[in-house]
């Protein structure tokens, strides 16, 4: 109970501020009414039940459109508040209109058009209005440019899309989502998508939306990065939006998020939660990519992860030779496309595939480099020529994903204290060392911030941390024994 009256908090806050700014048409619709002299004294006895910020949170930019019929209606600017005004107030709202009026039968409340009002007869009973498709596809329609998704690269399709015994399933289920009819219930909700760096997941999210898009023009997908979906509802709080974003981010029919480990911030993680939610009890579906399973996502609300695993989670492993080899083909004949002179042989395309055995984006990078030299030298493509051009790509390996709670784990093993002694409020030395040294270990092995590192240790302030960094630095400087044991940890944590 607690919560739910917090979100309304919340809630009401906002509305008030969005409101706040039109002060000026409150005061003039007070003074004349639109179109009633009912409305008037309904919206004063409504002032005085609820008090001066529940009123002007959700009443303020109610207007009285018509009355025929014995059926009064009202108009909202967006569907959220629409459907609370419905939801909270409609049996007090019949009830203060009968008392004025005895002929009411009904009151309607709508939602507002920027060129008509949406009639009674016209809106569908049971079904809330939905957002016009292309708003919803494109919400910079409506809020400005800035908060449209994230721009989708053409190339990036199931068509140009290798598939693989160690991507395959992933593949389909990403075919399913998109070619899944509209309306029907999402057999895979959420779908997670976790892989290292350059292995594809951005570009099933993409191809996702583009094939969804080109089956149903109509349908409203939405592809977005973590990094775009935070500036959004940042400059939406500045400019008091929040409301109307989302509800636009909650009419989408396929949600696309991309980099979900960069999710940062108590609100904004609140905020995603909340949208998560509300889009998985409509059905609709949600795809969401990061480059570690949901249940390291260290630094998320254990809601978000909850919810996440609660998905199907599918992973993509490193591709193998015979992958790697028709991707090198495939970018190969894109690039003949353009140019159709150029040529590499077979056993150039063969030492390739088996001497970048990382990822997808180091093979494009291998290959790019080759077909820069057979456009612009004069001397042809051959092993020979391919082993210097790529020798820093060669025998690259995938690093280890190093998590901190592996480094708390090693560094209580190793200095014999408990992982309860390194996150407790402990000081002696005994203790604070070995914590100290898990601190730097996280922050030079680990991509967290130093406020992540010390919510992890115990929910220490990122200051705390920061001097555990340069102290740890400032002792292995001047002790060798110190800095061969940090070595040694990292390659207990690497192994």
């Known amino acids: 109970m607690n919560r739910i009256c917090g979100g309304i908090g919340m809630l009401n806050g ?181 892989a290292g760096v350059g292995l594809g997941k951005s570009h099933l999210l993409q191809a996702i939306a583009h094939e969804a898009r080109t089956i149903d023009p109509r349908r409203r997908t939405l592809y977005l990065t973590v990094e775009r979906f935070t500036q959004q509802f940042v400059a939406a709080m500045r400019e008091r939006t929040t409301i109307d974003y989302k509800e636009r981010l909650r009419a989408i029919d396929i949600l696309l998020i991309d980099d979900m480990q960069f999710l940062t911030g108590k609100t904004v993680q609140q905020e995603f939660c909340h949208m998560l939610n509300a889009l998985l009890d409509s059905a609709k579906q949600v795809v969401v990519a990061a480059d570690r399973p949901p249940s390291e996502l260290d630094g998320i609300d254990e809601r978000v992860r909850s919810r996440l695993k609660g998905g199907v989670v599918v992973g993509i492993a490193a591709p193998d030779f015979d992958l790697r080899r028709r991707i090198l083909e495939t970018r190969l004949a894109a690039a003949r496309e353009r140019n159709p002179a150029l040529v590499i042989a077979d056993p150039v395309l063969d030492y390739v595939a088996r001497a970048v055995p990382t990822n997808g984006r180091d093979l494009d990078g291998a290959l790019n480099r080759l077909i820069c030299r057979a456009e612009f030298s004069d001397l042809p493509i051959t092993v020979a020529v391919a082993e210097v051009a790529i020798a820093d790509l060669v025998g690259l390996r995938e690093p ?87 070595e040694l940890l990292k390659r207990m944590l690497q192994d």
């Open 400 to 486: 280890k994903r190093i998590r901190i709670e592996d480094i708390q784990k090693v560094v209580s093993s190793h200095f014999n204290v408990s992982k309860t002694d390194l996150l407790s409020a402990r000081r002696t030395r005994a203790i604070v060392r070995p914590r100290q040294i898990a601190m730097y270990l996280a922050k030079t092995m680990t991509t967290r911030s130093f406020p992540e590192i010390g919510k992890r240790f115990g929910g220490r302030d990122h200051t705390t941390v920061l001097h555990a960094v340069r102290k740890v630095e400032e002792l292995a400087s001047g002790d060798d024994t110190l800095a061969q044991e940090i």
């Open 14 to 194: 906002a509305a008030r501020e969005e409101t706040s700014a039109i002060g000026s048409r409150e005061s003039a619709i007070e003074g004349n009414p639109v179109g009633h002299p009912a409305w008037a004294r309904v919206r004063s006895r409504l002032r005085a039940e609820l008090g001066e910020d529940v009123f002007t949170s959700w009443f303020a930019r109610v207007d009285f459109q018509a009355m025929s019929g014995g059926v009064v209606r009202l108009s909202a600017p967006t569907v959220f508040l629409k459907g609370w005004i419905k939801s909270h107030y409609g049996d007090r709202l019949l009830q203060l209109w009968q008392e004025e009026d005895a002929s009411v039968l009904r009151v309607d409340v709508v939602q507002r058009s920027a060129l008509r009002v949406v009639t009674a007869e016209e809106e569908a009973p049971a079904a809330p209005a939905p957002l016009p498709r292309q708003a919803a596809e494109a919400p910079s329609e409506a809020v400005g440019d800035r908060f449209a998704g994230s721009p989708l690269d053409p190339r990036l399709t199931f068509a140009s899309f290798c598939e693989g015994r160690s991507n395959d399933v992933v593949y389909r289920a990403a075919r399913a989502v998109a070619l899944s009819p509209e309306g029907s219930s999402p057999a895979y909700n959420p779908l997670y998508v976790h």
